[in-house]
Nanobody, 121 residues
Framework: QVQLVESGGGLVQPGGSLKLSCVAS????????MGWYRQCPGKERELVAT???????NYSDSAKGRFTISRDNAKNTVYLQMNSLKPEDTAVYYC???????????????WGQGTQVTASS
C-alpha cells in the first residue's frame, strides 16, 4: 500500500505565504513525477505544478512567479512554496505521485487527502 500525507495548509492573509508538504510512504520502488492540483470552490480540479525526477518543473499560468515546487527524493517528499497568496488561491490542494511499487510493475498515480488553503483577511 502507498499513502500520501499532506501538511502545511491553513488560513493566511492576502499577500502572505504558506509551504505545503506531501510525504509518500509504504511499498515504494521508485517515484516518478510528483505534483500538486487544487480545487477551488465551485470549480473543477486544476493542475498547479509538477516536478520530474530530475527536478524539471511546470507551472500553471496562475502559479508562475509566485509558487515554487521542489522535492526531496531521499525523503519521498514534494513541497509547494506559495508566496503572494491571493483570495482566488483559496482551494483544497492535493498532491500526487506516480509511484512504481515494484521493479516489474507499471507506475500508478496516488493522491493525498487534500489540505485546505484559505487566503482571506
Amino acid at each position: 500500500q502507498v499513502q500520501l500525507v499532506e501538511s502545511g495548509g491553513g488560513l493566511v492573509q492576502p499577500g502572505g505565504s504558506l509551504k505545503l508538504s506531501c510525504v509518500a510512504s509504504g511499498t515504494i520502488f521508485s517515484i516518478n513525477a510528483m505534483g500538486w492540483y487544487r480545487q477551488c470552490p465551485g470549480k473543477e480540479r486544476e493542475l498547479v505544478a509538477t516536478i520530474t525526477t530530475t527536478s524539471s518543473t511546470n507551472y500553471s499560468d496562475s502559479a508562475k512567479g509566485r509558487f515554487t515546487i521542489s522535492r526531496d527524493n531521499a525523503k519521498n517528499t514534494v513541497y509547494l512554496q506559495m508566496n503572494s497568496l491571493k483570495p482566488e488561491d483559496t482551494a483544497v490542494y492535493y498532491c500526487y505521485a506516480d509511484i512504481q511499487q515494484r521493479r516489474n510493475l507499471f507506475s500508478g498515480r496516488y493522491w493525498g487527502q487534500g489540505t485546505q488553503v484559505t487566503a482571506s483577511s
